[in-house]
């Protein structure tokens, strides 16, 4: 009996082992395999076709030393993610909140505000080139019926980048889903509670909907900060196919790295960029999963 349960266990092992294989296999050849080469070419000279020589820790010191585009780039991506992330998920948590309602027609104004989320990038990027243009865009032109006269958004260096944090804030629908639904999800019994100790609704809404959420709040703010240090699309079709915009305030760490890459062919020196890039989103995500026990409330935890 004891070598009979051995030999299924054993066939048992093999069979996951045979149903897991095509996953091993993908992840050593598509992740793995990718990530230990670009690792080991980022000391190299790689040209992508035949240049690939040992130089050190001299792409890292370029980077770091001497090459002020790369701070350049740097700053511009830093600049997007401190304000557009905060903003963003603001705007999500208010816009959801005003969506929570139970009142006529409520599912129709839910699909509206989702429906820039699930558009084509590129097609939005050129839209709002578009309505962004400082002579003919319809942001300007209403901008003037109050007597204002409008900014050159994508065409000076000082509006370039708000240009883009207005155009996240209006693509917000995906993160609103994600809040809507949590807030969906908070007991009435906690509300009833609270009315009963004569609570009302701005205190409900900061005292009882904000701290059950707050794990959604996480899962978006870090996914959104990790998004945000890759921001690429948006520059390269809005800058004229990759120029990084006027005095390169368009020019973001990603596109940056792309330029290097398939531009200027310096692909070891690109590699040496995705791997600081690595450390600093991995060192932003660790101090967020270290603060997160401060703020972050799990119903029916004991702290």
């Known amino acids: 009996m004891g070598k009979k349960r051995m030999t299924m266990r054993r066939k048992e092992s093999i069979y996951g082992y045979i149903f897991v294989l095509p996953w091993i296999i993908g992840f050593l050849a598509f992740t793995a395999g990718p990530l230990v080469f670009s690792f080991v070419a980022s000391f190299t000279n790689y040209n992508i076709t035949s240049q690939m020589d040992f130089?050190?820790?001299?792409n890292y010191k370029g980077l770091l030393t001497e090459d002020s585009l790369f701070w350049t780039s740097l700053w511009?991506?830093?600049?997007?993610v401190i304000f557009s992330v905060p903003l963003t998920t603001i705007g999500a948590i208010f816009l959801s909140a005003l969506l929570n309602q139970d009142i006529p027609g409520i599912r129709y104004f839910r699909t509206?505000?989702?429906?820039?989320?699930?558009?084509?990038?590129?097609?939005?990027?050129?839209l709002w080139m578009q309505l962004l243009d400082p002579g003919t865009g319809m942001v300007?032109?209403?901008?003037s019926w109050f007597g204002i006269d409008g900014p050159n958004w994508l065409f000076d260096p000082d509006w370039t980048k708000p240009s883009l944090i207005f155009m996240k804030l209006w693509s917000v629908g995906g993160s609103m889903l994600l809040y809507l639904a949590s807030m969906q999800g908070v007991s009435k019994s906690l509300y009833e509670a609270a009315e009963i100790d004569g609570a009302n609704t701005w205190k409900k809404f900061f005292h009882i909907t904000l701290p059950m959420i707050t794990p959604v709040i996480f899962f978006d703010v870090v996914t959104s900060l990790i998004g945000g240090f890759q921001i690429f699309q948006e520059a390269y079709v809005m800058s004229?196919?990759?120029?990084?915009?006027?005095a390169n305030s368009l020019l973001f760490y990603n596109l940056?790295?792309?330029k290097q890459a398939f531009t200027n062919f310096n692909m070891g020196y690109a590699m040496a960029m995705s791997w600081i890039l690595?450390?600093?989103?991995?060192?932003m995500t660790m101090i967020n999963l270290k603060l997160a026990p401060r703020w972050v409330h799990y119903e029916g935890e004991e702290k």
């Open 140 to 143: 300007n032109l209403v901008l």
């Open 256 to 258: 940056y790295m792309w």
């Open 278 to 283: 690595f450390v600093i989103v991995f060192i």
């Open 76 to 80: 511009n991506t830093l600049y997007f």
């Open 240 to 246: 004229n196919n990759g120029e990084g915009g006027p």
């Open 55 to 58: 130089v050190g820790g001299e």
């Open 112 to 126: 509206l505000y989702y429906l820039p989320a699930v558009l084509s990038g590129v097609g939005v990027y050129m």
